[in-house]
Antibody, heavy 117, light 111 residues
Framework: QVQLVQSGAEVKKPGASVKVSCKAS????????IHWVRQAPGQGLEWLGA????????SYAQKFQGRMTMTRGTSTTTVYLELSTLSSDDTAIYYC??????????WGQGTLVTVSS | EIVMTQTPLSLSATPGQPASISCKSS???????????LYWYLQKPGQSPQLLIY???SRFSGVPDRFSGSGSGTDFTLKISRVEAEDVGVYYC????????FGPGTKVDIK
């Protein structure tokens, strides 16, 4: 079955960068875009962007352009989200997800990123 | 950016009774391909979101038939015909015609 498994929790200082991974399995990796969505404590869902594993092209929410990079691994079924110049506003659970694509919808377990001095 | 709004933002439901949530988008979600890119998700406490409804009214695999979606253009509704205790959580509508944006969420609890 389709599965997205994310890397573990991170604690970062303001101004630092963080890189979260999402390993996909159970399907043809290039078949579905992988999206990143975050959820600040007690808040709603915020879409960050998406990457096409076939080719690696990524699109970003305007708010995060220039500060966020999505990449795919070479010869692995893993995608990465890197966010730079972190502030306390970036404290959130970060999810990777396949959003309703050809009958598939699947979310990772989430990665808590805490930004604190 | 397409803005999604939901009403109500919180709902206290009675088991066995119906409940509904409204979602409005700032632009039409009808694509030239004939599909309308409106989805409904439920996030149960402590869990990742799960898809309930795609393209306005199609139930995702395994979703009970007490959940139904309707609407068109910019106005959409999620209905639960008979609320059950396991339906508690936050319901989000989402558009995917132009990037992706979520509504603010509707928190549903049981009376």
């Amino acid at each position: 079955q389709v599965q997205l498994v994310q890397s573990g929790a991170e604690v970062k200082k303001p101004g630092a960068s963080v890189k979260v991974s999402c390993k996909a399995s159970g399907y043809t990796f290039t078949r579905h875009y992988i999206h990143w969505v975050r959820q600040a404590p007690g808040q709603g869902l915020e879409w960050l962007g998406a990457i096409n594993p076939s080719g690696g092209a990524a699109s970003y929410a305007q708010k995060f352009q220039g500060r966020m990079t999505m990449t795919r691994g070479t010869s692995t079924t893993t995608v990465y989200l890197e966010l730079s110049t972190l502030s306390s506003d970036d404290t959130a659970i970060y999810y990777c997800a396949i959003l309703s694509s050809d009958g598939t919808d699947s979310w990772g377990q989430g990665t808590l990123v805490t930004v604190s001095s | 950016e397409i803005v999604m709004t939901q009403t109500p933002l919180s709902l206290s439901a009675t088991p066995g009774q119906p409940a509904s949530i409204s979602c409005k988008s700032s632009q039409s979600l009808l694509h030239s391909d004939g599909k309308t890119y409106l989805y409904w998700y439920l996030q149960k406490p402590g869990q990742s979101p799960q898809l309930l409804i795609y393209e306005i009214s199609s139930r995702f695999s395994g979703v009970p038939d007490r959940f139904s979606g309707s609407g068109s253009g910019t106005d959409f509704t999620l209905k639960i015909s008979r609320v059950e205790a396991e339906d508690v959580g936050v319901y989000y509508c989402m558009q995917a015609i132009d990037g992706v944006t979520f509504g603010p969420g509707t928190k549903v609890d049981i009376k």
